[in-house]
C-alpha cells in the first residue's frame, strides 16, 4: 500500500503545491495566487508539530476529498481539487500510509 500511495502522490503532484520555493519537499508555504488572494500550501510531512502527523484517515480524507479542515472550515478554493475529490478511499488510505519522512519546518 505505501507503493500505491508514493505513485498516487506523484501522479497528483503533491510536491508542487506542497513545498516552497528551495523548501524541503512536502514542507508547504508556497504562496499560490487566487482570486481571493494568496493561499499558502500547508506541511503535509507526518511531523506531529509542524504537519499532518496527528491527522486521522478521516481527518485527511476530508481535506482531500470534501476540502474541510480539522477544525470544520472550509479549504477551499485549495481543496478539494478537482481531480482528487474523485481519488477512492483506499486511495486516500494509501496517500495516508505513504512515508515522506519528517520534516521540523513550517511555511510562512
Same mark, same amino acid.
Given at each position: 500500500?505505501?507503493?500505491?500511495?508514493?505513485y498516487?502522490?506523484?501522479?497528483?503532484?503533491?510536491?508542487?503545491?506542497?513545498?516552497a520555493?528551495?523548501g $524541503?519537499?512536502?514542507? !508547504?508555504?508556497l504562496?499560490?495566487e487566487?482570486?481571493?488572494? @494568496?493561499? #499558502?500550501?500547508?506541511?503535509?510531512?507526518? /511531523?506531529?508539530?509542524?504537519?499532518?502527523?496527528?491527522?486521522?484517515?478521516?481527518d485527511?480524507?476530508?481535506?482531500?476529498?470534501?476540502? $474541510?479542515?480539522?477544525? !470544520?472550515?472550509?479549504?477551499?478554493?485549495?481543496?478539494?481539487? @478537482?481531480? #482528487?475529490a474523485?481519488?477512492?478511499?483506499? /486511495?486516500?488510505?494509501?496517500?495516508?500510509?505513504?512515508s515522506?519522512?519528517?520534516?521540523?519546518?513550517?511555511?510562512?
Open positions: 500500500m505505501i507503493k500505491q500511495g508514493e498516487l502522490s506523484r501522479a497528483g503532484d503533491c510536491i508542487a503545491c506542497h513545498t520555493k528551495g $524541503k519537499p512536502f514542507a !508547504g508555504g504562496g499560490i487566487s482570486p481571493l488572494g @494568496t493561499i #499558502y500550501s500547508p506541511n503535509i510531512t507526518p /511531523d506531529k508539530e509542524t504537519g499532518i502527523g496527528n491527522y486521522t484517515y478521516e485527511f480524507d476530508q481535506a482531500v476529498r470534501h476540502g $474541510k479542515a480539522r477544525d !470544520g472550515h472550509s479549504l477551499y478554493p485549495a481543496m478539494p481539487y @478537482t481531480a #482528487y474523485k481519488v477512492t478511499p483506499d /486511495d486516500v488510505k494509501a496517500l495516508t500510509r505513504t515522506r519522512g519528517p520534516c521540523r519546518c513550517a511555511g510562512p
